[in-house]
């Protein structure tokens, strides 16, 4: 079972241990290098989660996937970067573009008017999911930046949000039954 939910402080040794079971070749494509697992503790120790968006996907109550938005530390409080990760068993069934729209539509909720990803040139799977989303795309000496702009907050995008608050009480109630049940 999938469910898509927002992620909070109380989730962070999930976080961490999702980052933990990234390949050598996924935790290089979402951090510009070969990182170790004492790299990806203080990472996670170091979260502003006063400063970001996080939702996650859990399968069977695991995290398997998690995006996070993160605003801009220039002062602009319409612009943030995203990060995104998605274990390697679970890439190729969409739980990359669910995370992205869902964290876009909150950005957008929020203010946020436009986000950025950075990542490596041959990062074929992130140049694909977020091509998605129609970025604004600039390569540069092996690495690229691709900026989506979000637009202003309407009815629709409201709604959107809504519908994915609706669907993961549905999600987390049915998750917590099978729990009961085993």
């Not at 962070?12 to 004492?38: I, K, M, W």
């Not at 009480?169 to 039954?177: I, N, W």
Request: with cysteine.
């Amino acid at each position: 079972m999938l469910v898509y939910r927002r992620l909070w402080p109380t989730d962070s040794t999930d976080y961490a241990d999702h980052l933990a079971r990234l390949t050598p070749e996924q935790r290089h494509y979402r951090f510009g290098g070969f990182v170790d697992d004492g790299y990806l503790t203080t990472k996670t120790k170091g979260i502003d989660w006063f400063r970001c968006i996080a939702i996650g996907c859990f399968v069977d109550g695991v995290l398997r996937g998690a995006v996070f938005v993160i605003r801009a530390h220039n002062g602009w409080i319409d612009e943030a970067e995203l990060a995104i990760t998605v274990e390697a068993d679970f890439e190729g069934r969409g739980i990359g573009t669910q995370l992205m729209r869902r964290v876009v539509t909150l950005a957008r909720n929020r203010g946020v008017h436009r986000v950025t990803l950075f990542c490596l040139s041959d990062n074929r799977r992130l140049l694909a999911l977020a091509r998605k989303f129609d970025p604004r795309m600039q390569h540069d000496h092996g690495e690229a930046e691709l900026t989506v702009d979000l637009g202003i907050p309407d009815q629709m995008s409201y709604a959107e949000e809504a519908l994915g608050l609706m669907e993961t009480t549905v999600g987390s109630f049915f998750e917590q039954l099978g729990a009961k049940a085993a």
